[in-house]
């Protein structure tokens, strides 16, 4: 990994620990409390705390949905940017597939908004499944090359180079590349606004 690549996973990890610490103390949750919400182990929670791991895409949409944002609130700068430009190889990748494909977030609105604009590869052969996310959420993917296989709530959809689906996220879901051919799409999620109290 270059020492750009190696900074930018740093500052990654140093911002999801920052915001997970704030998050949780701002709700008076004790560490066993956020574990038990999120189904991540108090273990884990603590290395995320205190920047020692870069947690794996499943762990950060745990979290995110226990507190109620947007997976891109625990990854945003802790400063406000009016304007800000970056290139792909900069975003952070929260997916790895066994075969080289990946999934990267280039960019989230933050705040309680809720947008995410997503690029994914799968390679023939891959599969990713997804979490349900919070009620309210959808997502469109829009395939740009080959052909992926989109499971909700148990049923295919195939979709073809050129090709969008939007369906609503609060769903089981899945992706597949049963092709030949490597698969690569964009996708944005659509959450709805305000922080979600699992409470209630």
Not at 23 to 44: C, F, I, N, P, Q
Not at 98 to 123: D, K, M, N, P
Request: net charge negative; with cysteine.
């Amino acid at each position: 990994m270059t020492d750009t690549g190696s900074a930018r996973v740093g500052e990654v990890t140093a911002a999801v620990a920052e915001h997970v610490r704030a998050l949780r103390t701002a709700r008076g949750w004790s560490l066993d409390e956020l574990a038990g919400r999120s189904g991540v182990s108090k273990g884990m929670v603590v290395h995320i705390e205190a920047a020692r791991t870069n947690p794996s895409v499943g762990t950060l949409c745990r979290l995110a949905d226990a507190f109620g944002v947007p997976i891109g609130r625990l990854l945003e700068p802790a400063t406000e940017r009016v304007v800000h430009v970056a290139a792909a190889d900069q975003a952070p990748v929260l997916w790895r597939g066994h075969l080289g494909g990946f999934g990267r977030l280039l960019a989230s609105t933050g705040g309680t908004t809720g947008v995410e604009l997503w690029e994914w590869r799968l390679a023939p052969g891959e599969n990713h499944r997804s979490a349900d996310h919070a009620r309210g959420t959808r997502e469109l993917v829009h395939v740009l090359t080959g052909s992926v296989t989109v499971s909700v709530d148990g049923t295919d959809y195939e979709v073809h180079s050129g090709q969008t689906i939007e369906f609503q996220a609060d769903h089981w879901h899945a992706y597949r590349n049963c092709g030949t051919e490597p698969v690569r799409l964009v996708m944005v999620v659509v959450m709805p606004p305000g922080e979600m109290d699992r409470r209630r």
